[in-house]
């Protein structure tokens, strides 16, 4: 009876050695799999059987111990190797490894799963799918590209589809303003032609009807009919002003007339009155002839600075078939105060962009205002002929430097631009930043544009991934969004997850609940991106636990055969 238990637990012993050979062997199979956990089989022994009680010492006896033969061997538990791979640079961008702890999160059809293996690529509709097509979880973003963390949801990464614009929000300046340039003497002064009425009978005024302008060199032949279209090109300092159209009609009148003048060469009313009387307010007008009760004069006033000198050529303002009614030079305003466009200036421009794309051409001129000895006051117009209402002055304000050249207030930073009908969100608002502007002595003033934050329409190319998960992709306009965010997984016992095969993990009864949140975060590990973990399967334990596991087996077996020959010598000492 003895022997014949031999021979079982000589069986044992193979039974175990074997299923650590198949562990061995899985491991060695799998030494180049990404990610794979090696696994190691622990054995136990089987229940034993008692022969002998053992007996307690006392006064007079020693005490024996139990006597117990063992039943053989049985396969404790086979053990997952949780410990990291090494990381190996691939340079493919959805590649990711996890350096530490943490498992990347995948759903299917079947379910939600858990895996080390990130050889990820993007499928047809631009998402991030594992080798076997399981989706990639992740959080994704608002509208203001901000992640929404708590809710897991696909990870799409749209190259080459996903568009973007920006609209400009701010407005870096930077340049130096002559501290030793004259204060404007006078502004730009054109007067028109003398005018009346039709008739000659009395001087136009604001609310003639334009029907009825003539010159006072012919009086019976009207200047303006209805439904003629005029175009005004003017110019501002020596450069082309953008074009805009005024359509006649039967009630257009004088003033209808001058606000577009006004509008059009981005004349600005709303700066203060100057302290200088021969600068007189900015404007467009109808003035009557102090030499003529029966004619007037349209007057077009500038704004302070020689950069703000206007110009009307004889084209400057014609009509559908090239007809210009008015002639413009040089002239002498109803005060007798002559044209003199003069003072230290100077312009620049410069691309802002509104929500669209699209690109708003701005316009700023800066001009000395006045003097004193705490410092000199700089007045900036900013005007844009991409403003669809209320004309091309889009702002205005100061800028007040201190003794040492230093600006030390500014009014006015905020510019509008106004965006009706075409879309865009309206008005385009942008902050402009004066601070690195200085204001010393020099042969010239300069003033540049060095920064703005809109961009046009741009199309996404590429994109990185942080170690903590975050997905940031760059637009071909320069600009960088969010797209999205990796998230990972991690257990309180990662020894209990349910091995699924395929290299990934299912949540077992005893691995705790998965806890979710981003890399870097909850004991999760960083993510490394274009790299990916390598197998912790070391060939050289392998290689000794499969000598040991094959040594083991044929002991065991010798066992068997050695219980045999003694069952064999027993049946023949019985002949």
Aim: aromatic fraction near 6%; hydrophobic fraction near 35%; proline fraction near 4%.
């Amino acid at each position: 009876m003895a022997l014949t238990s031999t021979l079982f637990t000589g069986l044992s012993g193979l039974d175990v050695n074997q299923t650590r050979m198949n562990v061995v062997g899985n491991n060695i199979a799998n030494v180049n799999t990404v990610a794979f956990k090696s696994s190691r089989a622990l054995f136990t022994p089987q229940f034993y059987v008692t022969d002998a009680g053992g007996s307690p010492p006392d006064g007079n006896f020693g005490g024996t111990n139990p006597s117990q033969r063992g039943l053989g061997a049985t396969v404790a538990s086979i053990e997952k190797n949780f410990t990291s791979g090494s990381i190996e640079p691939t340079g493919h961008a959805t590649d990711m490894a996890i350096d530490g702890n943490g498992f990347f999160i995948t759903k299917s059809p079947s379910g939600q799963f858990y895996t080390r293996d990130g050889s990820f690529s993007l499928n047809s509709a631009n998402q991030l799918v594992s080798t076997s097509g399981a989706f990639v979880q992740g959080y994704g973003v608002d509208a203001a590209a901000n992640v929404i963390p708590g809710q897991l949801t696909n990870i799409t990464i749209p190259l080459g589809t996903s568009t973007i614009a920006r609209a400009t929000q701010n407005v870096a300046m930077q340049g130096n303003l002559n501290a030793a340039g004259q204060l404007p003497t006078g502004v730009s002064i054109l007067t028109s032609q003398p005018l009346t009425t039709v008739g000659g009978a009395a001087a136009p005024a604001a609310t003639t009807l334009l029907t009825q302008l003539a010159a006072t060199s012919a009086p019976g032949t009207a200047l303006i009919n209805a439904g003629d279209v005029y175009t005004l090109k003017g110019t501002k300092g020596g450069r082309t002003l953008a074009s805009s159209t005024f359509t006649v009609t039967a009630t257009s009148t004088v003033s209808d007339l001058t606000a577009f003048y006004q509008q059009g060469l981005g004349i600005d009313t709303g700066v203060p009155a100057s302290t200088n009387p021969n600068i007189p307010a900015p404007g467009a007008s109808i003035q009557v002839d102090a030499a003529n009760p029966n004619s007037a004069m349209l007057v077009l006033t500038g704004n302070q600075g020689k950069d703000n000198a206007l110009q009307l050529t004889g084209s400057a303002f014609t009509n559908q078939v090239g007809t210009a009614p008015f002639v413009f030079a040089d002239g002498i305003d109803a005060g007798g105060i002559k044209s003199n466009p003069s003072g230290e200036s100077v312009h620049t421009s410069f691309v802002a962009y509104d929500s669209l794309g699209t690109p708003i051409s701005v316009d700023m001129t800066a001009s000395l205002e006045s003097k004193a000895s705490t410092g000199n006051v700089w007045r900036f117009f900013a005007t844009s002929g991409d403003s669809k209402a209320g004309g091309q002055v889009i702002g205005d304000g100061t800028l007040t430097f201190d003794g040492n050249g230093k600006l030390v207030t500014s009014t006015g930073t905020t510019i509008a631009v106004d965006r009706s009908g075409t879309g865009s969100a309206t008005p385009l608002s942008v902050k402009v930043d004066f601070g690195k502007m200085t204001e010393l002595t020099g042969d010239s003033s300069t003033l540049v544009m060095t920064k703005q934050d809109g961009s046009a329409l741009g199309t996404l190319n590429s994109f990185s991934v942080g170690a903590d998960g975050t997905i940031t992709g760059a637009y071909s306009n320069g600009l960088t969004r969010t797209l999205g965010q990796v998230a990972m997984a991690n257990f309180a016992n990662p020894q209990g997850l349910d091995d699924k095969g395929g290299n990934v993990f299912g949540q077992g009864a005893n691995s705790g609940v998965a806890v979710i949140s981003s890399p870097l975060s909850l004991g999760n590990g960083a993510l490394r991106a274009g790299a990916l973990e390598l197998s912790n399967v070391d060939l050289s334990t392998e290689f000794t636990n499969m000598i040991i596991a094959s040594t083991g087996f044929s002991a065991s077996s010798r066992v068997i055969s050695t219980s045999n020959q003694l069952i064999q010598e027993l049946l023949n000492s019985s002949r």
